[in-house]
């Protein structure tokens, strides 16, 4: 009697186990994003997985809870289907630098070597602002949360031995 309930709950210690394992194979890391702001630009690189971003603008649902405007058809050649993808998210990230909005005038992609996130989309806007009081961004739905970093980087020339200061 006591070996049939210590196998019980063996079992269901490998059972529970082999499910966590399982579950934890199949999540999807976030989408990650880096804002970065310079004298007269913003660049936006965003990180994510290719294969979920493409099931998420064929999915029909998608489309019908307003998550997307419009649905990618399943037959599109590989320059088609990236030509469609980068449209959806031009035209659905949002981007104002000191309340004015400002487009996205180039939108490229490039693979990544990362193991969850397999597409870098860069995004470039230029801005006429001597000073950045405020930036907001937002991105489509299409891409899940997204843990996004803002960096706005200092330059300096560096004479030979000479020490940089930085305050922040």
């Not at 579950?23 to 990180?47: C, F, M, P, W, Y």
């Not at 981007?95 to 597409?119: M, W, Y």
Request: hydrophobic share 45%.
């Amino acid at each position: 009697m006591y070996f049939l309930k210590k196998l019980k709950w063996l079992m269901l210690a490998c059972i529970l186990t082999s499910m966590s394992a399982q579950v934890s194979a199949h999540v999807l890391k976030n989408t990650t994003a880096q804002v970065i702001l310079r004298d007269g630009q913003v660049e936006v690189k965003v990180l994510t997985n290719a294969e979920h971003l493409t099931s998420t603008l064929q999915s029909e649902q998608a489309w019908l809870m307003g998550d997307i405007d419009k649905l990618m058809p399943t037959n599109l050649s590989a320059e088609q289907q990236e030509e469609f993808v980068k449209n959806a998210l031009k035209q659905k990230t949002s981007l104002r630098v000191n309340q004015q909005v400002i487009v996205f005038e180039r939108v490229a992609f490039t693979t990544s070597n990362s193991e969850a996130h397999d597409l870098e989309i860069v995004f470039q806007a230029k801005h006429t602002f001597t000073t950045v009081d405020e930036l907001a961004i937002s991105f489509p739905e299409s891409l899940g949360a997204v843990h996004a970093s803002f960096v706005k980087p200092q330059y300096k020339l560096l004479g030979a031995g000479d020490t940089a200061k930085i305050k922040f």
